[in-house]
C-alpha cells in the first residue's frame, strides 16, 4: 500500500451496462473494496467484543501484569514508593505505562494498520513502510497526551482524576463519570470506524484524507492517547496525582507523553517483528482476496469499540449497583 490511499481496484459489482465498477479507498482504514456477509461480520465481531465483556479481569491485568513489571522493573514496590523528583517520575511514568500495555484500543488501532504490512522490497525497506503509519499514530497520541499532561500539571489538583473518594455502591464518583464519558466516547469512536470500514456507514475521513491521507492514524493515535484522559489504572493515578501537585506544565506534558510511549512500545516492537518476518506474506494473503483487509480492520475496531463501551459504561453501571446485572465470569 503507498501513501496515496485512492488507488482503484476490480469489483465484483457490475455497472449499469453490465461494465464493472470500480470501487475508491477513501482512507486508510476504508479500502472499498467490502465482503458480501457484513451483518454476519458485524454479528460475530460484536460478540467476541461482549464476550471479552464477561471474562475480562482489571484486576489480573492491573495488578498481576501491571504491578508486576512495574515493580521489576523500578525494583521497587511501585504503589508503596513515593516519586521522589522530577527524574524518578520521568522513569515511573514511561515503566507505568509499559505495564498498561494490554488495552483494547492499542490492539485495535495495531489491528488496522496490519493491512499497510509488507509492500515490496526487503526486509528493511517493509521496515521502512510499516514505520509511516507507525510515525503518524504516535504523533496524535503525542499531541493529545502532552496538551492534557500540561493542563493536569497547571490545574490538576482540581480534576476528578485528582479525588482518592471511594465508590459507594448506588453512586457514580466524579473519578468514575469521568471514565465513563471517555471511555464511552472512545468506545463508539472505534465502533464507527469499524462500521465504515465494512461500508455500512459513510467514512467520516473520506475528504480530509484527499489532502492528508494519513489523518486516520493520526486520530487512532488520539484515541490512544485520551485513555489517559479517563485512565483508572492505579499506577497512571499514581502519576497524574503527582504531575498535578507539581504545579510543572511541562513536566506534567513530558511524564504523560512518556506514559503513552511506554504503552505501545510492546506492540510496536511485535509489529515491526512481524512486518520484518512475514510482512511480504502476509500481505500477499491480504489482497489475494477482496474484502480480507475490511474484514480484519472492522473486526478489531468493531471488538474494541464494543468491548470499550460495554465495559467502561454498562458493566461498570452493574459493579456500582445502579443497574441490577450484567453477566461476569467467577474470576473477574
Not at 504523533?139 to 485528582?162: L, N
Not at 464494543?306 to 446485572?325: G, H, K, N, Q
Request: hydrophobic fraction near 50%; aromatic fraction near 10%.
Amino acid at each position: 500500500m503507498t501513501q496515496d490511499h485512492t488507488v482503484q481496484v476490480p469489483s465484483e459489482t457490475p455497472g449499469r451496462a453490465g461494465a464493472r465498477v470500480a470501487p475508491v479507498a477513501t482512507s486508510i482504514f476504508v479500502d472499498g473494496r467490502f465482503p458480501r456477509r457484513r451483518g454476519l461480520i458485524i454479528l460475530v465481531s460484536a460478540l467476541v467484543g461482549f464476550l471479552l465483556t464477561i471474562v475480562w479481569s482489571a484486576e489480573f491485568v492491573d495488578q498481576t501484569i501491571g504491578d508486576n513489571v512495574a515493580n521489576t522493573l523500578l525494583g521497587h514496590d511501585a504503589k508503596e514508593t513515593p516519586i521522589a523528583g522530577i527524574a524518578a517520575g520521568i522513569a515511573f511514568a514511561f515503566v507505568s505505562g509499559l505495564a498498561g500495555s494490554f488495552t483494547a484500543c492499542n490492539i485495535a488501532a495495531f489491528g488496522a494498520v496490519a493491512p499497510m504490512l509488507g509492500g515490496v522490497g526487503s526486509r528493511w525497506g517493509r521496515l521502512a513502510h510499516a514505520l509511516k503509519p507507525l510515525g503518524w499514530l504516535s504523533i496524535g497520541m503525542i499531541t493529545v497526551s502532552a496538551v492534557y499532561g500540561a493542563v493536569v500539571g497547571f490545574v490538576g489538583t482540581s480534576m476528578p482524576q485528582f479525588s482518592t473518594a471511594q465508590n459507594t455502591p448506588g453512586t457514580l464518583s466524579p473519578r468514575g463519570i469521568q471514565s465513563m464519558v471517555v471511555y464511552g466516547l472512545i468506545g463508539l469512536a472505534m465502533l464507527y470506524l469499524g462500521l465504515a470500514a465494512l461500508g455500512v456507514v459513510r467514512d467520516p475521513f473520506a475528504r480530509i484524507s484527499r489532502r492528508f491521507p494519513n489523518a486516520p492514524m493520526v486520530f487512532m493515535g488520539a484515541l490512544i492517547g485520551g485513555f489517559l484522559i479517563g485512565r483508572p489504572f492505579a499506577l497512571f493515578r499514581q502519576m497524574f496525582r503527582d504531575a498535578a501537585e507539581s504545579g510543572n506544565p511541562l513536566y506534567g506534558a513530558a511524564a504523560f507523553v512518556l506514559q503513552s510511549l511506554g504503552n505501545i512500545v510492546i506492540m510496536t516492537v511485535l509489529f515491526l517483528i512481524l512486518s520484518l518476518v512475514a510482512g511480504s506474506r502476509l500481505q500477499r494473503w491480504l489482497t489475494a482476496k477482496p474484502g480480507r483487509i475490511a474484514v480484519l480492520t472492522a473486526s478489531s475496531l468493531i471488538v474494541a469499540g464494543v468491548f470499550t463501551f460495554l465495559y467502561w459504561d454498562v458493566r461498570m453501571l452493574a459493579r456500582r449497583e445502579i443497574i441490577p446485572w450484567y453477566p461476569t465470569a467467577p474470576w473477574s
